[in-house]
């Protein structure tokens, strides 16, 4: 099942328990610390095991610690 839907992705809350988010080319518009913040978000609403999608010109320098690892090129996996 999949729902679409409009998402400020820094105003809005987020909801729990994603198998996968995909938010390709939209981080590399955001500032430096927008965009921790945002991991940080897509981390918390992703389940354990789940997966964040990037773009390919995207990448998370400290990406533990905003609670991920890296699984694949531009993917990323809750522990």
Same mark, same amino acid.
């Given at each position: 099942? =999949?729902?679409? #839907?409009?998402? !400020? +992705?820094l105003? !809005? *809350? $987020? @909801?729990?328990?994603?198998d =996968?988010?995909?938010? #390709?080319?939209v981080? =590399? $518009?955001?500032? @430096?610390?927008?965009?921790? @913040?945002l991991y940080k978000?897509?981390? !918390?609403? +992703?389940?354990? /095991? /789940? &997966? &964040?999608? &990037?773009?390919?010109? @995207?990448?998370?320098p400290?990406? #533990?610690?905003?609670? &991920? +690892?890296?699984? /694949? +090129? *531009?993917?990323y996996? #809750?522990?």
């Amino acid at each position: 099942m =999949i729902t679409w #839907r409009r998402h !400020d +992705l820094l105003r !809005d *809350t $987020y @909801e729990r328990s994603f198998d =996968i988010i995909c938010c #390709r080319n939209v981080v =590399i $518009y955001f500032t @430096e610390a927008a965009k921790t @913040e945002l991991y940080k978000r897509f981390c !918390d609403s +992703l389940r354990p /095991g /789940g &997966l &964040l999608f &990037l773009g390919a010109t @995207e990448s998370i320098p400290n990406v #533990r610690s905003v609670g &991920l +690892l890296p699984s /694949g +090129l *531009t993917f990323y996996r #809750r522990p």
